[in-house]
């Protein structure tokens, strides 16, 4: 009997590769979505037998899920700052309340749970690069708190289930990722300046440029997670690229790359938002035998590609 997988947040950026993956790992994948930041044309295409969709709301109850389960995947939450900060309630909710739920899910099946945490538990860091046992430098009322501290809670409601319950938990803390599948209206950096270089209008960096970023392919996102889900490994774990540039050396290798004459044009910075960003990777590799592999010019081509298909 194939693997039974449910994943939330499955019509979404990174939970539409998670869900195609898995389905070629031979795996039943039931992906559960509301739609709310994620698209259902994420999955067209996938004719798996295996295959179920189910448009629902992470917070309500999983009571309806029938059958044995193996594997929790927790990836609903808005995740770009445009989103969060639109959604601010609903993405506290689904750290808290939707956390909870799938939780008891996975007690309930003798599943393995694993939470899509985030680099952002890590806020403004004053650790540079930024290992698992770094606390964290995060404003707790600032206006990205409402998804800084979404995933902090939902990373001690999970560490509580395991010690408390016995559930089998993961937990992913994934760094900056990009590929297709991504909106080009999300607000994120990648595809901010590649739709904008693309379209010939100013590319918007905010403050100075000298903030960093990693910027990780998704493909070598998902082969992470997937070598996390099957490893035994309960402690938090960054997946992310420790290849650091600056964001005006990004949009610069955008317009390159596009063949763009827009002109750059800097803004203030957001409130809170981190000077540096980059994991440290060591317990993935020496846990998982994993590292990225997908260069961020490779990457950004078959992104732009993807751009281009849905752009024309």
Request: charged content about 25%; hydrophobic content about 35%; overall charge neutral.
């Amino acid at each position: 009997m194939s693997e039974r997988v449910l994943v939330t947040g499955g019509a979404g950026f990174v939970g539409s590769h998670r869900c195609r993956r898995l389905l070629a790992e031979g795996m039943e994948v039931i992906a559960v979505d509301n739609l709310l930041t994620g698209l259902r044309k994420n999955l067209d295409g996938i004719t798996d037998k295996g295959f179920t969709f189910v448009e629902k709301d992470a917070r309500e109850s999983f009571d309806w899920v029938e059958g044995p389960l193996d594997y929790v995947l927790h990836f609903a939450s808005p995740a770009s700052p445009p989103d969060y900060l639109k959604y601010p309630i609903l993405t506290l909710q689904t750290g808290s309340i939707a956390t909870h739920q799938l939780l008891e899910l996975a007690e309930r099946k003798k599943a393995v749970f694993l939470l899509a945490s985030t680099s952002e538990v890590y806020g403004d860091p004053d650790l540079h690069p930024q290992r698992e046992d770094y606390w964290g430098n995060v404003n707790s009322i600032g206006p990205r708190s409402c998804y800084d501290e979404a995933k902090r809670y939902a990373e001690a409601a999970t560490m509580a289930a395991h010690r408390a319950l016995g559930v089998d938990v993961r937990i992913v803390r994934i760094f900056n990722t990009y590929g297709p599948m991504m909106r080009p209206e999300d607000g994120r950096a990648v595809t901010n300046f590649l739709k904008q270089a693309k379209e010939g209008v100013a590319i918007t960096v905010y403050g100075d440029g000298t903030q960093t970023r990693s910027f990780c392919y998704v493909s070598d996102l998902v082969e992470g997670i997937l070598r996390l889900m099957r490893s035994s490994e309960t402690r938090p774990v960054n997946l992310g690229n420790p290849n650091e540039i600056t964001i005006l050396e990004l949009a610069q290798m955008v317009k390159e790359h596009v063949g763009s004459k827009s002109e750059i044009r800097f803004l203030p910075l957001p409130e809170d938002d981190p000077k540096k960003r980059r994991p440290d990777i060591s317990r993935a590799k020496q846990t998982l035998g994993w590292e990225p592999k997908v260069s961020l010019k490779e990457g950004l081509g078959h992104t732009l590609d993807y751009f281009l298909s849905i752009m024309s």
